[in-house]
């Protein structure tokens, strides 16, 4: 992800399982991102999705930090019909058939 972002809109929601969500837009220098804060538990835990699209506004890349672990999602298409990439830490590629990346990259 690129260092200098600009913030274009920000907005603050409850999700359907009442969780508090702050949703940020963003440019950086190749694209467009999307920024969801999840307020996950009293204690003041967040998770954080950022979706980062290309010039068009296309999804290429899901990044989740979630109690400290880092994951990346991928589209499996074109090496695989359907289906995402999931990418550890320490850089494990996992296949997940059932998961959509468009389900991905709702918000």
């Given at each position: 992800?690129?260092?200098?972002?600009?913030?274009?809109?920000?907005?603050?929601?409850?999700?359907?399982?009442?969780?508090?969500?702050?949703?940020?837009?963003?440019?950086?220098?190749?694209?467009?991102?999307?920024?969801?804060?999840?307020?996950?538990?009293?204690?003041?835990?967040?998770?954080?999705?950022?979706?980062?699209?290309?010039?068009?506004?296309?999804?290429?890349?899901?990044?989740?930090?979630?109690?400290?672990?880092?994951?990346?999602?991928?589209?499996?298409?074109?090496?695989?019909?359907?289906?995402?990439?999931?990418?550890?830490?320490?850089?494990?590629?996992?296949?997940?058939?059932?998961?959509?990346?468009?389900s991905l990259c709702k918000y």
């Amino acid at each position: 992800m690129n260092s200098a972002r600009i913030i274009t809109s920000t907005r603050t929601v409850v999700n359907p399982k009442g969780l508090i969500q702050i949703i940020n837009e963003f440019k950086t220098k190749t694209g467009l991102g999307t920024e969801i804060i999840t307020q996950l538990d009293k204690q003041g835990n967040n998770g954080i999705r950022t979706i980062e699209r290309d010039a068009l506004g296309v999804p290429q890349q899901v990044t989740d930090l979630v109690y400290g672990r880092v994951e990346r999602y991928q589209r499996a298409y074109p090496e695989r019909a359907n289906g995402v990439f999931q990418f550890s830490a320490d850089n494990i590629r996992t296949y997940f058939p059932n998961i959509s990346f468009d389900s991905l990259c709702k918000y």
